[in-house]
């Protein structure tokens, strides 16, 4: 089990992680949340039924880290992973605006989600109980793998974006895999490719 998740009864999924492991994810998943922000809350007084309604932002976030995370909905430099950037002549404004609309309506709930899926990882961590090495075995119900794999995308999204990580710098021969100990970003790019094994092998046990 070490390294890697392994299936459990009722849909879950375990993997054990040395002390250091639990101090880096939940490190990571804190600042995740730190990034993403507290969240609109409501004022003494204020109708919670009112907040739920609030408009959210028109533009997107000038943090590339948090552009990335809540990218615009239709195409263009800024659109989401997959878009090829190319806007036709006289479509630009039209396509700014139709994001601007789907962003207001939709970035509260998105960033919603996204600090329940951070919160659901840093309690799962502050729930183990450590052997006396300081590492523990750590069991996920069905619901809280499904938090740890968007956690995990949103650290890897994030951690990439800090690093211009291309997808050339991914595969086995990428500059990534031959970057000298001598180089500062090192240490955030293993946290980079530990946190992607460690999706890809969720993803793998959470397969039928």
């Known amino acids: 089990m070490a390294g890697h998740f392994e299936a459990t009864p009722g849909g879950g999924a375990a993997v054990a992680l ?20 507290p969240g609109d809350q409501p004022a003494d007084g204020e109708d919670p039924l009112a907040a739920l309604f609030a408009e959210g932002p028109s533009k997107p976030p000038t943090d590339p880290a948090l552009a990335r995370l ?17 806007v036709k002549p006289g479509e630009e404004q039209e396509l700014r605006e139709r994001s601007a609309e789907f962003r ?12 329940d899926d951070a919160l659901a990882v840093v309690r799962t961590l502050d729930a183990l109980s450590p052997a006396a090495d300081g ?6 119900t069905g619901d809280e793998c499904l938090n740890w794999l968007r956690s995990l995308n949103d650290l890897r999204l994030t951690i990439g974006t800090r690093l211009e990580v291309s ?36 993803v793998e046990t959470l397969m039928p």
């Open 70 to 86: 809540f990218p615009d909905a239709y195409g263009g430099p800024g659109g989401p992973e997959g878009s090829t950037g190319v």
């Open 135 to 140: 590492g523990a075995v750590l069991t996920l």
């Open 18 to 37: 040395d002390e250091v492991e639990i101090s880096i994810l939940r490190s990571l998943a804190v600042q995740l949340l730190e990034l993403i922000g």
């Open 104 to 115: 207001r309506f939709t970035e509260m709930d998105l960033r919603s989600g996204k600090r």
């Open 167 to 202: 997808d050339e710098d991914q595969g086995e021969e990428g500059s990534l895999y031959r970057l000298p100990d001598t180089d500062p970003r090192k240490p955030m790019v293993m946290a980079y490719l530990w946190l992607g094994a460690l999706q890809e092998s969720l």
